[in-house]
């Protein structure tokens, strides 16, 4: 990036795009812990109840594509506020519900509801973020996804011990929908006011522009068609990522009760790891913008390569009950795990923006994100199968070789979709 665009500053953009996005994940963070139990407490069975707690992934990939073409049309700030409206139904849906369908149907409404929502948001910063500052912009994006997911479960245990009910936690998102809108109408439209600002930097400078209107949009299928090539290659090293990242959520609890392991030590293995890749979002985007794509990427996926693998040899040399060796090195390659994701924070959305047109990127990033999305879908019920027809240990294997498998098509797709960033 050149010094030919105005300056951009990160916290130009804190209000109007990292609020409403750490507010709508700590609500969302809240009540997806309580989705199971509640589809319990209306009756339904265990299997149900994860089914259920499923439907948020799968309108989330429902919502991917559709999200694409609406933000393309309405705009990035319409989206958000209509997805935080199209989220509140959904939590009325749930705090109302009287059986397990009707909680069903509002929780496929959240899904679809955050598809949409975070796709306005990348879609503005691909629009109006500088190469220079994209990768540490999208890094903090993600960040305050992480930070949500983190302070939303905590937020609920409080919300219950005070209150004694589980259904009161709906409510936790229902207040924070309520305040991302308010904070969407009363702030400024950031899209507005940096187009302004390049518009008057562009008269300043001189430079040929082109007018909004001589802009075309190539509309959603038209998109996918032309890039083609694009989603197909870098789309499976998406699925790829997301899918070992998904799987690392839902490994290490199975990991640690298959080493006989109590609850409560579980969780808080689980939440000293996320507290570690917490901690590490925004040096993975210093990393990216600084050094080029690769040197987050490909670390990342070499690290949850190998430590699905050393998860296979603990679990699979371990006995039926915990040892205190066997818990040393669970906790170990949980934390390992969680520095290697932690380092690549932010990298899907940064190849998203890469890879989009920068005049009309949402129908783009639609298809792309539904392409990782299903990877996060798809890894745990990979894992889930493989744990039932073999072993975990064997499923932690298998996954292993697939982020390695992963790590060596980012070495290949990414040197030529992607160019090295060039900084200011």
């Known amino acids: 990036?050149?010094?030919?665009?105005?300056?951009?500053?990160?916290?130009?953009?804190?209000?109007?795009?990292?609020?409403?996005?750490?507010?709508?994940?700590?609500?969302?963070?809240?009540?997806?812990?309580?989705?199971?139990?509640?589809?319990?407490?209306?009756?339904?069975?265990?299997?149900?109840?994860?089914?259920?707690?499923?439907?948020?992934?799968?309108?989330?990939?429902?919502?991917?594509?559709?999200?694409?073409?609406?933000?393309?049309?309405?705009?990035?700030r319409t989206a958000m506020i209509g997805s935080a409206v199209a989220a509140l139904i959904g939590l009325v849906l749930c705090f109302l519900a009287v059986n397990p369908a009707m909680l069903g149907i509002g929780v496929l409404l959240l899904g679809i509801a955050t598809a949409s929502f975070a796709l306005a948001r990348q879609a503005f910063m691909t629009t109006f973020v500088p190469l220079s500052h994209r990768a540490r912009a999208l890094s903090l994006l993600g960040g305050m996804f992480r930070a949500g997911y983190f302070v939303g479960p905590f937020l609920a245990a409080l919300v219950i011990g005070l209150t004694g009910s589980t259904r009161s936690v709906f409510a936790i998102d229902l207040i924070a929908c309520v305040v991302v809108a308010i904070v969407l109408l009363v702030l400024p439209d950031p899209s507005a006011v940096l187009a302004a600002r390049?518009?008057?930097?562009?008269?300043?400078?001189?430079?040929?522009?082109?007018?909004?209107?001589?802009?075309?949009?190539?509309?959603?299928?038209?998109?996918?068609?032309?890039?083609?090539?694009?989603?197909?290659?870098?789309?499976?090293?998406?699925a790829l990522i997301g899918g070992l990242r998904s799987s690392r959520q839902v490994i290490l609890p199975l990991a640690g009760v298959s080493l006989g392991m109590q609850e409560s030590s579980i969780a808080l293995v689980v939440g000293i790891a996320g507290a570690v890749d917490l901690a590490l979002f925004f040096t993975s985007g210093q990393i990216m913008d600084r050094f080029g794509r690769l040197w987050s990427a490909l670390p990342s996926m070499i690290g949850l390569g190998i430590g699905h693998l050393a998860l296979a040899v603990v679990v699979g040399l371990s006995v039926a009950a915990a040892s205190a060796t066997s818990v040393a090195w669970f906790v170990a390659v949980a934390i390992f795990m969680s520095l290697a994701n932690g380092v690549g924070s932010g990298i899907l959305m940064t190849f998203g923006a890469d890879l989009a047109p920068r005049h009309d990127p949402a129908p783009f990033l639609g298809a792309y994100r539904f392409t990782g999305d299903a990877g996060n879908a798809a890894a745990p019920l990979a894992l889930s199968g493989l744990t039932a027809l073999v072993s975990l240990s064997f499923a932690a294997g298998a996954l292993g070789v697939v982020g390695l498998l992963g790590a060596s098509l980012l070495a290949r797709w990414v040197p030529r979709f992607i160019p090295r960033p060039v900084r200011a």
């Open 198 to 238: 390049r518009e008057a930097h562009l008269t300043d400078t001189g430079a040929i522009r082109v007018a909004e209107g001589e802009v075309r949009r190539e509309g959603l299928f038209r998109t996918i068609a032309r890039h083609r090539q694009v989603l197909a290659r870098m789309g499976l090293t998406a």
């Open 1 to 76: 990036m050149t010094s030919a665009g105005p300056t951009f500053r990160l916290g130009s953009v804190a209000l109007p795009v990292y609020l409403p996005g750490l507010l709508f994940s700590i609500g969302e963070g809240a009540v997806i812990p309580v989705i199971p139990v509640d589809a319990a407490r209306l009756g339904g069975s265990l299997a149900l109840a994860g089914f259920i707690s499923a439907l948020i992934m799968v309108g989330t990939l429902i919502g991917d594509i559709p999200s694409g073409w609406i933000v393309a049309r309405v705009g990035e």
